[in-house]
Nanobody, 114 residues
Framework: QVQLVESGGGLVQPGGSLRLSCACS????????MRWYRQAPGKERELVAI???????DYARSVKGRFTISRDNTKNTVYLQMNSLKPEDTAVYSC????????WGQGTPVTVSS
């Protein structure tokens, strides 16, 4: 049974930091490319960051220099370190695993507000 379970979201003040985790099971994590997406209320889902199975990384322009994606294949987990958070980063953040099939997590909410 495939599971992707995000954690680490919450309420943070502007300028603060959060670290999201996505713990995966039920598939061969190390072979899958991993992505973080976010969806703000009333907006389209946005791709935030990608890390390939080989460790290649890319970011959305809006988060480059502030967010860092990483993966630990020994723990079957992908992370998103978010620094210098802004109110416009407020969204539900979800992880996505894909190779031939694609799998979604349930999402974790992040609210950036004073």
């Amino acid at each position: 049974q495939v599971q992707l379970v995000e954690s680490g979201g919450g309420l943070v003040q502007p300028g603060g930091s959060l670290r999201l985790s996505c713990a995966c099971s039920g598939f061969t994590f190390s072979t899958y490319h991993m992505r973080w997406y976010r969806q703000a209320p009333g907006k389209e889902r946005e791709l935030v960051a990608i890390i390939s199975s080989g460790g290649n990384i890319d970011y959305a322009r809006s988060v480059k220099g502030r967010f860092t994606i990483s993966r630990d294949n020994t723990k079957n987990t992908v992370y998103l370190q978010m620094n210098s958070l802004k109110p416009e980063d407020t969204a539900v953040y979800s992880c996505y695993a894909h190779l031939i099939m694609g799998y979604w997590g349930q999402g974790t909410p992040v609210t950036v507000s004073s």
